[in-house]
C-alpha cells in the first residue's frame, strides 16, 4: 500500500504532458485551427502543465501535406507562429516516429528551434533506429523520451532486452505504453517494477501513457504515480485515438503539487472541445474499444467498426475472437 | 503488489451482483418494461451473475405507486410475474433503504418470497434502524447485507463503531460504497483495511459498490477485489446514477471463473439498452460529475445541471466550490 503521507504530499519531480495535439490529431487528422492551439497552450501555462506536445514531426515523403493539419509536421515555424518564443515555464515536445520521421533532416538544432522535447516513439523490433533517433535528438541538444508501444503483448525478456539497450543511450525518460488499453493497475505496478530496474540502473526517468478502452487510462497513471512514474501523459477530455487517453482534468484534479490547476482545463473542454466533436471528431470508451482492450488487441478493427457507424457490438465480438 | 497467481486463478467466494435496475432506475424513475427485465434476467443467468437486484423495497405510503415503475416497491408478485419460482442458479435481491421501507409489513418470509438477499441501506447516523432491519430480514430467512452509504466524508472513528455495532448484527455482507464517486484506489485499500479488520472479527463478507464519477467505478471495484472483497456491484453499460457504475461488462470480462461469460451482457447492452437511452435516461462520466467527486459532494447539483442541459461547466465549478 502507498504511504498516506505521499498521497497527502506531493512529489516535485512529477511532470505532465499534454498529448491532445498529438493523439487527439489522430481523430481528426491534426486538423486543429489556431485559435484551438494557442487556447490550449494558454490554458496549459495557466494550468501548471509541463510540456505541450504539438504533434508528430511526419516525413513529409511519406505524408501530404494536403491531407492533415500542420500538428501532423510541426514544423518549426508552425510552432513559432503558436507561441513565438515560448518566454514560459510550458516546455514544447514533439514526437518522432521510427521509421516515419526523417529525423536528420527535419529535427533541426535546438538553438534553432521552440521545440524542447522529442519523443522518440518505437516498437520493440526497431530499437536500434530509436536508439540512432535518440542520439541525434540529443546531439542536437533536446530532452529525449522514449516511448515503446505495444508492450501489452511482448515477452518480458524482450522488454528487458530493449530497456537495456535503451539506458545505455542518452535518453532521457522511458515511457511505459498501454497501446491497446489492455493493462489492469496490478499489472501496470509490475511493468513499472521492470522498467525501474533499468531506470535505476541507468539513471533515467519513468513515463506513462495509457488508454481508456477498460476505463482504466487514469486509474493506470495514478497507479504509476504510486509506483514512481514521474512523466505522466493526459489529454483534454481524454481526446485520443480510439478510446482516449487519460483525462487531464482527471488528473490535474488528481495531483496535489499547488502548481496544477484544473480550473484552465475546465474552461478549455468548456469552451473549445464542442466545436472539434462537431467538426466529426469521435473518441472516448465505447464497448467496440472495451472489446479489443480485453482482448489485448490493436484497435483498428473498433476504429473501422465506429467509422462505419455500426452498433452490432455482439457480432463485432465474434469477429475480433475468431482473429486471436 | 498482489500476487501474480492470485491475478491468474480466481477466487470462488467472489460474488457480483447486477444492481442495474436499481441504481438505473434512480435515472427513469424505475420505469423498466417487463420485457427489459426478463431480458436482463435472463442475461445474468447466462453470465454467471450471482444476484439479481430488482430494485427498492420503497415505502408506498411515501412514494406514490403512478409516479415510479414497479422496480421502485419490489413487490414479491411483480418480481414473480419475471422470475416464475427461479429456479436457477441466480439469487434475487432488493434494497430495502432506512427510513423509506415499511420493513416489517412489504418483506415477507422468505418462504412466500422469490426474494434471497435483503441489502439494507443506510447512512452513519441511522446504523440502529439498520440493525433492526437487518435483525428482522434475517428472521424472516434472507440473506442480509449492509451499504454504509456516503463514507468518503466519515471520519474513520464513525465508521468503525458503526462496523462494531453491524458485526454484532446478522448481517452476513458489509458494503464499502463509495456514493459521491470520490475515493482513489489507494483509499479504497485503505478503507478495505478498515472494513476487514471487523469483517475478520464477526466472521462478514466484504462488498463494493462504486461510482463513476472520476472514472473510477471499475478500477475501484479490482483493487478492492485484490484487497480481499468478494461481493461486486455492477451494471450495465455502468447504468446508474449520475456518472453511473461499474460497468458489468468490464467486471465479466475482468473476473477469471470461468463460469463468468461477458458475451451475453455484449448481447443485452446490443439489444435493450438503445431504447432505455432513447426513452430519455441519461447516466455515465461527464464533467460535471467529475467535479462534485473530486470535491467529494453528492452528486445531486450535477444531476440538476445534467437535467437542465447546462454545458457551463465552469460556471458550475465555481457554484459547487462555493458550496465547500
Known amino acids: 500500500m502507498k504511504e498516506i503521507s505521499k498521497l497527502m504530499g506531493y512529489r516535485a519531480s512529477i511532470k505532465v504532458l499534454d498529448a491532445t495535439l498529438?493523439?487527439?490529431?489522430?481523430v481528426n487528422d491534426f486538423r486543429f485551427s489556431d485559435d484551438f492551439v494557442r487556447a490550449l497552450y494558454l490554458s496549459n501555462i495557466r494550468a501548471g502543465v509541463d510540456y505541450m506536445e504539438f504533434g508528430y514531426k511526419g516525413d513529409k515523403s511519406m505524408f501530404d501535406v494536403e491531407k492533415f493539419g500542420p500538428c501532423k509536421f510541426c514544423d518549426d515555424d508552425y510552432i513559432r507562429r503558436i507561441v513565438g518564443e515560448n518566454n514560459t515555464d510550458l516546455k514544447i515536445a514533439v514526437?518522432?516516429?521510427v521509421g516515419r520521421c526523417d529525423y536528420k533532416n527535419d529535427i533541426h538544432d535546438r538553438s534553432d528551434s521552440p521545440i524542447d522535447l522529442v519523443r522518440v516513439a518505437t516498437y520493440l523490433h526497431q530499437i536500434p533506429t530509436a536508439v540512432s533517433m535518440i542520439e541525434d535528438a540529443k546531439s542536437k541538444g533536446y530532452?529525449?523520451?522514449c516511448n515503446?508501444?505495444?508492450i501489452s503483448n511482448a515477452r518480458e525478456s524482450d522488454l528487458q532486452a530493449a530497456l537495456d539497450i535503451l539506458g545505455q543511450s542518452p535518453v532521457d525518460a522511458l515511457y511505459i505504453v498501454d497501446s491497446f488499453g489492455s493493462l489492469y493497475p496490478e499489472q501496470i505496478a509490475r511493468m513499472v517494477n521492470i522498467y525501474?530496474?533499468?531506470a535505476e540502473k541507468y539513471d533515467k526517468k519513468l513515463g506513462i501513457h495509457a488508454h481508456n478502452n477498460q476505463q482504466l487510462a487514469f486509474a493506470n497513471t495514478i497507479e504509476a504515480v504510486g509506483d514512481g512514474v514521474d512523466w505522466l501523459d493526459a489529454t483534454y477530455a481524454g481526446m485520443g485515438r480510439g478510446a482516449g487517453n487519460c483525462a487531464m482534468e482527471l488528473l490535474l484534479g488528481f495531483l496535489k503539487n499547488p502548481k496544477y490547476n484544473v480550473y484552465p482545463a475546465i474552461q478549455f473542454i468548456e469552451e473549445q472541445m464542442p466545436a472539434v466533436r462537431e467538426a466529426g471528431a469521435v473518441w472516448g470508451y465505447d464497448f467496440q474499444y472495451m472489446m479489443t482492450?480485453?482482448?489485448?488487441?490493436h484497435p483498428r478493427t473498433a476504429i473501422e467498426f465506429t467509422k462505419q457507424n455500426r452498433t452490432d457490438y455482439s457480432e463485432f465480438y465474434k469477429e475480433i475472437l475468431a482473429q486471436e
Chains 1, 2 share one sequence.
Request: charged share 25%; aromatic share 4%.
Open 22 to 26: 498529438r493523439d487527439g490529431g489522430l
Open 95 to 97: 514526437m518522432a516516429d
Open 143 to 145: 530532452e529525449v523520451s
Open 148 to 150: 515503446i508501444m505495444a
Open 196 to 198: 525501474k530496474e533499468f
Open 293 to 297: 482492450g480485453l482482448l489485448n488487441q
